[in-house]
């Protein structure tokens, strides 16, 4: 109680910096453009993405790191309107040990429970982050 | 082409088992229940949901049926309005393989991409399951 | 410009009345009630459905009464969540002359477009509104 | 029971055919595209679109393609970010005889039900195929 | 009863007349970009919005106009895919008098709500509002 | 870095504690049985509730209680499917200074936005709310 605000910023500045990590480390420079992107209009929320999302939410033991892009994944297929952070999330669930087919998978069976047009969406970016990957076309390997 | 109709109502028919197959493995009895109550409204509902959505779709390799319930949790979490489907297929991670504690963290993860009252609720459904199955309250794992 | 209190008051009653009009002949007794249970908390939402939503959108030429419950069973089902509302509008189908089979089709084709969940829940209500309007078992017109 | 592979790889491969068929009758040249589109990336999204989607699907007696879409066109609106999509399906409502007043109309309506920023949307994506079509601007059929 | 056709045709100008009146003051150059951008496809679709939704709804007592935009961003960020509504309700904000910091505040918040993505889009609308009317770094006022 | 263990589980525990007090004081009792039902499936999404969503959010400056109801009410309103938490949050906005008018107004406002059902819902979980604490029927201030 009565906090020291001198300890508090540094707790909160640790936290940023824990958090950063994190982020760098499952979204790569995709994540840090976000946080970027957010200097000069809402730091407070760059913040709270790395800090909160990434340094204490992604970095809970209980699920691994591919599992929580699987569920990621699902999320932002199903809310549609996320194209931008199913980017972000498609290069992530690369980087944590998904593979291309993986993905194409998860996407293609999204479409049983939120529809075709968003796995549709959803599988549109995932061509253009393997494109820029240099994973297309992809061996075919469907039955 | 020029299909036989008595072939062809074969083949369906045999879709429909497959896919009844699949279901059961994956869903167990709350699977069956919804096809059941689909008989006198929707059959072809019925049909589609097993011969397609667990015979075709979720029967395809290339994704493992524990990491396809992680997505499905992710997909019904953000829809919202699921709850009934959520129930049937907290049952299903659980049926394939996820322990209670991953798929607690699974929704919990959810809060960060689609707010708190969603992850709220899926977490309440599973509170349900869970209690059904004699698994809560849930040892103190948590850091 | 300038209007009149009186005047005005009276246009407002009469398109409530118009709209009231509208609302009985689309929704039946299930409409009326929509509107008496807005009655102690929200008169002017409950002005609103009839006056605005009924009596001038609904009423306008250019689509038919069955045309517009076909666009809005769509809409509900994709919505999610508005099983209250997809109670009076399966009611209001039946009453503009959509059979049916031809919800319960409308209802399986939105699976495509919106996923197998909000399918199922669609189907429910109508076999809710079915069952209250002895149309259940359906004859087996399933090819 | 123990298919045999030559002919289930002909079924699959007469099912894709027959739905390509029913896309191109609806969907004209855009559904082909969606489908080329998803050649290098998700071979299977494409076939399910066709011969589930459209094979299945939509050529199931019991709603007529001009209702079909009317369900369609109110989903795709209410989902929101499926704009790529309604494009395709303003072309289709189109194809299957709704006239350009009734579509219009259809997505006026959607404002009682999804609200005036989806209903602008959509009517945004309705003007831009209109364009196109040489359908522009609309003769002043309003009242 | 038994309305007078030229009455009710100048009655229909007059609210209109009222509508764009509320929501130039409201929205400014934007709002009445929407309604010119309907002309030639949903010209009544404009009505409605000038007439309806800004002359008889947003005029109501009952909410100041802040208040409305407060709710209205809640509900746009929510919705999601709705970001030229958002960029028009942002400027919309700033003109009835929300500054910079209680709108990047307002965005910030739903986060908890409805997730980090759409926290995120809301907020990079915001940022392209802001740097047009040079709004652009905002001070440092974050704790 | 290298941080202490006690010193952490403090630093948590205490921004718990500072979580719940703000919890209380918005919420009241309804939130802290929010809390309480997650104990035994999921303490750790009820700590971020009290320490992340209160604690850290709720209490920032910027932006003050009645404002962040607002926006709350609008983005639980067009999620839908949320009513539990549209009831914690209309008790929540009498709690911080809404008077029940301006509640029905805000959610009466939401219908332009995100139409009619969802508006209807949250009209009546404000009326189940209201009745709860004896505010019904409301005086017609209408006009």
Chains 1, 2, 3, 4, 5, 6 share one sequence.
């Not at 931008?84 to 291309?100: D, I």
């Not at 047009?117 to 390997?141: M, Q, Y």
Request: aromatic share 4%; charged share 25%; hydrophobic share 40%.
């Amino acid at each position: 109680m009565n906090p020291n605000p001198v300890n508090e910023a540094r707790a909160r500045q640790e936290r940023f910096a824990h958090g950063m990590e994190v982020l760098t480390r499952v979204d790569g420079e995709a994540g840090r453009r976000v946080i970027d992107a957010l200097a000069d209009i809402s730091p407070e929320l760059g913040h709270q993405v790395a800090a909160w999302a990434f340094g204490e939410m992604y970095d809970r033991p209980g699920l691994g790191p591919r599992d929580r892009q699987l569920v990621t994944l699902g999320i932002l297929t199903a809310l549609g309107g996320c194209e931008p952070q199913l980017e972000v999330h498609v290069n992530a669930a690369l980087n944590v040990g998904l593979g291309p087919q993986e993905i194409v998978e998860a996407l293609l069976h999204s479409a049983v429970y939120c529809g075709m047009p968003k796995a549709l969406n959803a599988t549109l970016v995932a061509k253009k982050v393997f494109g820029e990957r240099g994973l297309l076309p992809r061996p075919t390997e469907d039955r």
